[in-house]
């Protein structure tokens, strides 16, 4: 399937073909963002992987520095004025169409669809995600380069959308007054407690009456795409999930999630938010009795 400008995913074929035709490296009508990030028990460093190889014309978006720094949670959400800053000195106004991208060897995508949720949380929809990331682009005869091209700064208005994020707070209170409906983006060990979370300072578990929907699930990893809608939808109803309801999602902190909210705006569910702390946060946080699971 063919994936075009209009749609949150696009195709390696879809950009190689911009790259050829239209993208100017000096314009700002469309930029390329390296999203990469790893988990903390990788070892791989993001940043300086992308300064040996990326897809020409890129830039690097920097996860953990686009962020809130008076937390000791990772990445949280930046607040409007850095993310103008941010996002300005790389180029983009708010007529820019942004495509993101990442190097996750073993799943299509794997941290790109945080940086397409935060674009739109801070009100720019022009944002696509590259089905396939870095791999698939190699593996499709993509080119690659280690060469960086400045831009010029540009001026980028960030309009937060409230109803995209969700707090602790917001947690605890529907635990006593259910008005949506939780669901858990980790790999089911985690969930159920019975495999490690990738913090040494965090142990598994979940959030009460919160469901699972393993990231992964929503993906065909041979073929490094994401499943159709069609099975998308079934994945979220066999789990539990009413579709005719309110939900929000949820993982370790904050970056999975996101594949959750994309694969739910491949449906039409466009109104789901993400708690942002997620169970790193929940864990640190949260009473006792409000944590389901985490092993002894």
């Known amino acids: ?40 028990n990788t070892g791989r460093k993001a ?37 103008e800053d941010y996002v300005g000195s790389l180029g983009i106004t708010n007529d820019t169409h942004v495509i993101v991208y990442d190097n996750n060897p073993q799943f299509p995508l794997f941290s790109a669809q945080r940086v397409w949720w935060t674009f739109r949380l801070f009100g720019h929809n022009q944002v696509s995600v590259l089905e396939g990331g870095l791999p698939k682009w190699i593996a499709e005869g993509g080119p690659v380069t280690n060469e960086i091209i400045p831009v010029a700064r540009e001026n980028f208005k960030a309009k937060f959308n409230l109803n995209f994020v969700k707090r602790i707070d917001d947690i605890k209170s529907n635990l006593e007054k259910p008005e949506f409906q939780l669901v858990d983006a980790r790999p089911e060990g985690r969930f159920k407690g019975i495999s490690p979370e990738p913090r040494d300072d965090t142990k598994p578990g ?46 370790g902190s904050g970056i999975s999630a996101c594949v959750l909210a994309l694969a739910a705006h491949m449906i039409g569910k466009d109104d789901i938010a993400v708690y942002d702390g997620s169970w790193t946060e929940w864990y640190h946080r949260a009473p006792p009795h409000l944590k389901q699971n985490v092993p002894a």
């Open 206 to 251: 979940s959030i009460p009456n919160s469901l699972n929907i393993p990231f992964m699930a929503t993906m065909n990893l041979e073929e490094r795409t994401m499943k159709s809608p069609e099975e998308i939808r079934k994945l979220f109803q066999d789990a539990g999930v009413d579709l005719n309801k309110p939900f929000v999602v949820s993982c």
């Open 1 to 40: 399937m063919q994936r075009t400008l209009n749609s949150s995913l696009v195709t390696v074929k879809w950009l190689k073909d911009l790259l050829q035709l239209q993208l100017s490296t000096n314009s700002s009508k469309y930029r390329v963002l390296d999203a990469s990030w790893h988990l903390p």
């Open 47 to 83: 940043a300086q992987e992308f300064t040996e190889k990326h897809i020409p014309g890129a830039l690097f978006f920097d996860i953990d520095e686009c962020a809130d720094k008076a937390t000791d949670l990772p990445h949280m959400i930046p607040s409007p004025e850095v993310m």
